[in-house]
């Protein structure tokens, strides 16, 4: 039976043994712990099959074959994220016993595969080491709901990673106990007041918007739980781990949230999805600035969309929070205008402005979680579906 106490104490150990990893040799024995510590976390204490853990062994292997061969990157980007699209697209429906945490876990490794891949074929990823690659790939702290690395940085903390302080030991515990609390007892405490309606339930357009309120407190709670519990162990094993959420609802706009909400998984689709794709489009002609900017952002979020899931209800989400971040990109020299005029000087003004702006995109983005959450035969009913 995996035991959460030798996991935590293993972590404590593990930073011990890194710290005092000088040498190369010493190096690798410590990423080889470190490997096998994080494959038993995620087969015994995620409780992950071994047939999905062997296939995303296969994936990495076939990837660092792809990389000791000199291969173009593409022969293993390609057929890996066809194979996860395919497998994520009928999963749930031929293999309905499969835990959620299956799917979950393998989409941030597939990103963090592609990532790695992508940035190894433009140079910014030289000489990778094979177990630094699979311990990016399975770092179990982070590998059922992030934060992600990028491979360069993971790869320069695991070369040299530092023991924490002891008086850092206290707020590290602090934080992972934290973590536990929101995942384990504030966001289920609001789980029945939120989204999905249970389907026996009847709704109102309050009602269904209230626990669209209740929701984006549940998920932020979930989610930034587990980043908390992800980067205390991390740094408890001398693996600097970067943050995940920097208070989202104090934001003011749509797009400051999204910079706020989930950084990581963000930043990895505006990096490899938005300004790639924003670069391809600048090149044709007949595309004016505005028309590339909203292509480019609706692109981004239906990648995002379908990260979170193959159906129609996140397809739709991603949808409509990159008509969000269009419509006030196309508004906001407008609106900086206008809260620059005279009636909105002063601090008064400023404040009340600063509190309705952050009201304002509460209540997109948790209008946004109601078609995140489509599928729910209330909220299917109560939309006439």
């Known amino acids: 039976m995996f035991s959460w106490s ?19 040799s010493s190096n690798a024995i410590f990423q080889f712990l470190l490997l096998l510590v994080s494959l038993t976390l995620i087969v015994f204490g995620l409780k992950l099959s071994l047939v999905p853990v062997a296939i995303l062994v296969c994936f990495a292997l076939f990837a660092i074959i792809v990389v000791r061969l000199s291969l173009p990157a ?21 293999i309905p016993s499969l835990p959620l945490a299956a799917f979950v876990g393998i989409s941030y490794f597939i990103v963090k595969l592609f990532t790695f891949l992508r940035d190894y074929q433009s140079g910014l990823v030289k000489n990778p080491r094979t177990m630094s690659i699979l311990n990016y790939l399975f770092f179990a702290p982070t590998f059922l709901a992030g934060p992600m690395h990028y491979y360069r940085e ?17 707020p590290l515990v602090f934080r992972i106990l934290w973590g536990a609390t929101k995942v384990l007892v504030l966001a289920p405490f609001l789980a029945p007041s939120g989204l999905p309606v249970p389907a026996d339930a009847s709704v109102t357009s309050v009602d269904l918007m209230l626990r669209a309120f209740v929701f984006n407190f549940q998920l932020y709670f979930e989610f930034s739980g587990y980043s908390d519990m992800a980067v205390g162990s991390g740094r408890l094993m001398g693996i600097e781990t970067p943050e995940n ?17 989930h950084i990581t998984l963000m930043r990895v689709i505006t ?4 300004v790639p794709l924003a670069r391809q489009l600048s090149r044709r002609k007949g595309l004016n600035p505005t028309l590339t900017m909203a292509l480019a952002i609706t692109g981004a979020f239906l990648v995002s969309g379908f990260w979170h899931g193959a159906s129609a209800n996140f397809i739709l989400w991603g949808l409509y929070n990159a008509l969000a971040i269009i419509l ?31 009201c304002l995109t509460f209540f997109v983005i948790s209008l946004g979680w109601i078609l995140f959450n489509w599928n729910s035969n209330a909220v299917q009913r109560f939309l006439g579906i």
Do not use: H
């Open 6 to 24: 030798i996991f935590w104490i293993a972590c404590i150990g593990l930073g011990i043994v890194g710290a005092c990893a000088k040498s190369q």
């Open 245 to 261: 959420f920097n208070n989202p609802f104090l934001s003011r706009n749509v797009v400051e949230f999204w910079q706020r909400w």
């Open 328 to 358: 006030y990109e196309s508004c906001r020299p407008k609106l900086i205008k206008l809260f620059k005029s005279e009636i909105f000087s002063g601090p008064a003004m400023t404040g009340v402005v600063r509190i309705a702006s952050i």
């Open 154 to 170: 993971f790869d320069k903390t695991v070369r040299a990673p530092k023991l924490p302080t002891a008086q850092a030991i206290i």
């Open 74 to 94: 593409p022969w293993a980007i390609v057929p890996i994220v066809l194979v996860w699209a395919i497998g994520k697209s009928i999963g749930f429906v031929l």
């Open 271 to 274: 990096a490899y999805v938005y």
